[in-house]
């Protein structure tokens, strides 16, 4: 049997196929002694070797969420030594790897998974999966200005896709189905209301209710399979 390279790698939960499509890509992938590219293949037998560590397939497959706080960067290590979403993650778990990003000043809920073929099908733009926000800005912005942020508005890297805005009790509601880089910060910051302060509340159809911040949880058999609902 053989498998290609960076679906056996998500399968071990190094992460998701497109992280693992990046370390092949900067030759940090060897099977037994050759560095590998895109396209290679693993055959039972072959020792895979990740920055010179051997990987192999987890016991089962793991899915958490966590609330996580600002001034932590979502990553697995961080060489320079900064705190990572994974200091706030049960020790006992196998390998697992945050689903997506949340940037350094932003909180919320934060998926986890050794589930790397899950993973991309969540993080891939044609699956749409749609992401809630709740953003504290320092005044209610005019129904002109929600009505841009609906249809679209132009950052430097093209146009956004419409969404969803709404004005809660005291904080602006932006759900997306684009995952851009600190994507909601500039989309705000474009119509001249900077974000105060940002926290992801719904990531599809996990919700993050009541965790307190900084806590995580398992999710429930019935979590997983809406999630799995979302990508058949």
């Known amino acids: 049997m053989q498998e290609r390279v960076q679906k056996y790698l998500a399968r071990c939960g ?72 994974m200091r706030l993650m049960p020790r006992h778990l196998p390998r697992i790897f945050p689903v997506g990003r949340l940037d350094l000043d932003s909180m919320g809920l934060l998926l986890f998974t050794n589930d790397g073929d899950l993973a991309f099908k969540l993080l891939h733009p044609s699956q749409h999966v749609w992401k809630t926000y ?40 932006v759900e997306l189905r684009e995952g851009r880089k600190r994507q909601v910060r500039r989309m705000l910051s474009s119509v001249g209301y900077p974000v105060q302060w940002l926290r992801r509340v719904a990531f599809g159809p996990i919700l993050l209710g009541g965790l307190p911040e900084g806590q995580c949880r398992a999710l429930s058999t019935a979590e997983v399979e809406a999630l799995r609902a979302e990508n058949p």
């Open 14 to 85: 190094v992460g998701s196929r497109r992280a693992c499509e990046k370390l092949i890509e900067e030759g940090r992938v060897r099977i037994n002694t050759q560095v590998v590219e895109l396209g290679a293949c693993v055959a039972d037998g072959d020792e895979v070797l990740v920055d010179g560590k051997p990987v192999v397939l987890t016991s089962g497959l793991h899915y958490w969420m966590l609330n996580k706080p600002a001034g932590y960067i979502t990553t697995v290590s961080d060489p320079q030594g900064r705190d990572t979403v």
């Open 134 to 173: 709740h953003c504290g800005l320092r005044a209610r912005p005019p129904e002109n200005v929600l009505a841009r942020l609906r249809e679209g508005v132009e950052l430097e890297d093209g146009p956004t896709a419409p969404c969803r805005v709404r004005w809660g009790r005291d904080c602006l509601e």
